[in-house]
């Protein structure tokens, strides 16, 4: 059996998504939709198998030429696409005399290739169709024989008595007869072609498989939900060997101040998380990318963060191990006695460390997200800028420029990172990205992590405005952070609290902006009641000798913001 799959189209029902990746190598459970599509060919008999090719062909034809398969496949290039029918007449030099199955690239199938040829070669229509009934799509006329006697516009309801409207799925059985009905060298419809065929009294045979046998993928949601459908049940193997597994149920989680998706998917008693980042946008390294590659690294190393089972990263799919849903912050919400709340600090301190040195070992900074290493051009631009324009312009509407603070700002970039005890950075260790589960600490959104000060983590633990430590409390946890690294790594106290004073405040600016814009542009309001802890804990950390204009600006939102709590 020869076969032939389309995969020209250009997918603009997918965009912005098909500017960089072709809809056939879209993925289904990690797995191109056009190996997989290769791959029931294959087990079906087939031995040769031709690809056209148009939208960004060459990464279709770099795909085949990378991968081994046990037949033998051929592309042809069409310039200018050419349609269904035009594509299959453009190749007539690869056909014989036998019938030959033609593929979509874009569908999701489970459909049973080897025996719908079968079905073909013993009543050896002009052409046998594989229908399910969707209706979104059905347009094809069948009379109760299983034989197509027409095609209608969906909208149109007046067809005959008797017969049933399906969807045509993409798979087809075609007998060469049907070459003499497509014109050559021009685009053309093989609709047009089987209806020319019905004119002429030619039989078109039909084979109708269940509506669950079938997805489409044609726009970004209906390739999502054929994703998840795909990657849940591999997920729970990969989690639960021995799981008899069940239908998965998908339980939309609150999320916080990120753009993903949190998802808890239970089968049975078993449960998992499951984490969207959204289709990939960009064949360059993304969040997604960096989040399944520190994440199995930090747990190679002895990190405490949910294993990850599996993964699709071009869907943006991640499948986690549920930790629960009790974080650091909901936990000393509760806790009254202040020594049980340093105990907990302290054992998450600990945690910290091992994070930061262990976490740098093997570390490879082509991991990461956005930049490889916590430096000043950082600071400057996601801390200093960000606080300046997100929180002082565009939220509290100050008329503000950067070059009023500019040397200020560049003063503190150089200080945060001047002598700093550097390891494995997290980047956003505040308490809602810590969970407790089972007695043991667990870090969580680490897909911003990079090399970086450990007194850039702990300031994130320590400031956080979520829980808004008492001062004393603070400094009896630094207290304690300067002993266990001292100790362990030979590292200067004074060093040490000098760089962690300004990564406290790099980190404030920072959690300032972030506020602002998730509250005023992304509408996340309820980040708005945290500002005023931040404001305080800014006030108190800038000295005026060293930050004249930032310590006379924080100073006056603080005021306002107290008059405005008066009120």
């Known amino acids: 059996m020869k076969a032939m799959i389309l995969a020209a189209g250009l997918g603009t029902r997918l965009l912005p998504y098909t500017n960089h990746t072709p809809k056939p190598l879209f993925t289904i459970g990690g797995r191109p939709l056009l190996e997989d599509t290769i791959r029931r060919l294959e087990r079906a008999g087939c ?46 030099d690869f056909w014989d005399d036998q019938p030959f199955m033609v593929v979509n690239a874009d ?22 169709l594989v229908l399910c009934d969707d209706p979104r799509f059905n347009s094809v006329i069948v009379e109760q024989n299983q034989t197509v006697t027409g095609f209608t516009n969906r909208s149109n309801d007046d067809f005959p008595a008797q017969s049933d409207l399906l969807t045509f799925t993409g798979v087809q059985v075609l007998d060469p007869v049907v070459l003499d009905y497509i014109p050559p060298g021009r685009a053309y419809s093989s609709i047009d072609a089987f209806k020319a065929m019905l004119a002429d009294n030619r039989k078109i045979g ?64 078993q449960t998992l998380i499951m984490v969207d980042h959204g289709v990939r946008e960009a064949r360059t390294t993304l969040e997604v990318d960096a989040f399944v590659r520190l994440g199995r690294h930090l747990t190679d190393r002895g990190v405490p963060v949910p294993k990850i089972f599996f993964c699709d990263t071009f869907s943006g799919l991640v499948f986690v191990e549920d930790l629960g849903d009790i974080h650091l912050q909901q936990t000393v919400d509760v806790m009254e006695d202040s020594q049980s709340v340093i105990r907990l600090y302290q054992s998450v301190i600990d945690k910290l460390i091992h994070m930061s040195q262990a976490g740098i070992t093997g570390f490879d900074p082509e991991w990461t997200y956005q930049t490889a290493a916590y430096d000043q051009q950082m600071i400057l631009e996601n801390e200093c800028r960000y606080f300046q324009e997100a929180f002082l312009n565009n939220d509290l509407g100050y008329q503000t420029r950067y070059s009023d603070f ?16 550097l390891g494995f950075m997290h980047r956003d260790l505040q308490s809602r990205n810590i969970m407790l589960n089972g007695g043991s600490v667990y870090f969580i959104d680490f897909q911003g992590g990079r090399v970086g000060p450990l007194q850039y983590d702990l300031a994130s633990l320590l400031i956080d405005p979520y829980v808004d430590l ?3 409390t603070q400094r009896h946890l630094l207290d304690y952070t300067v002993d266990m690294v001292s100790a362990e790594a030979s590292v200067a106290p004074d060093i040490f609290r000098t760089c962690y004073h300004y990564c406290a405040i790099a980190r404030n600016l920072q959690i300032l902006g972030a506020f602002a814009y998730l509250s005023r542009v992304m509408g996340k309001t309820q980040f708005r009641q945290y500002i005023p802890a931040a404001v305080t804990t800014l006030e108190s950390n800038l000295d005026a000798d060293e930050f004249p204009r930032l310590a006379k600006i924080v100073s006056d939102v603080s005021h306002n913001l107290t008059r405005l709590n008066r009120k």
């Open 47 to 92: 031995r040769e198998i031709m690809i056209n090719t148009h939208h960004l062909h060459e990464q279709i034809e770099a795909f085949v030429s990378d991968r081994h398969f046990g037949s033998e496949i051929r592309t042809r290039h069409e310039p200018k696409i050419l349609g269904t029918g035009g594509a299959i007449k453009n190749v007539s």
């Open 470 to 472: 008492p001062r004393d």
């Open 107 to 128: 569908i999701v199938a489970d459909i049973d290739l080897a025996a719908v040829y079968d079905m073909h070669l013993q009543s050896r229509p002009a052409a046998t």
């Open 206 to 269: 039909a084979v109708v498989v269940s509506r669950d046998r079938w997805q489409d993928i044609g726009t970004p949601d209906s390739y999502r939900q054929a994703a998840i459908a795909s990657t849940g049940p591999i997920a729970f193997k990969a989690a639960f060997p021995n799981h008899n597994f069940r239908p998965v149920e998908l339980i939309k989680l609150k999320g916080d101040g990120s753009q993903r998706k949190w998802y808890r998917l239970k089968s049975g008693q």
């Open 406 to 421: 500019e040397s200020e700002f560049n003063f503190l970039a150089e200080s945060a990172l001047r002598q700093p005890t």
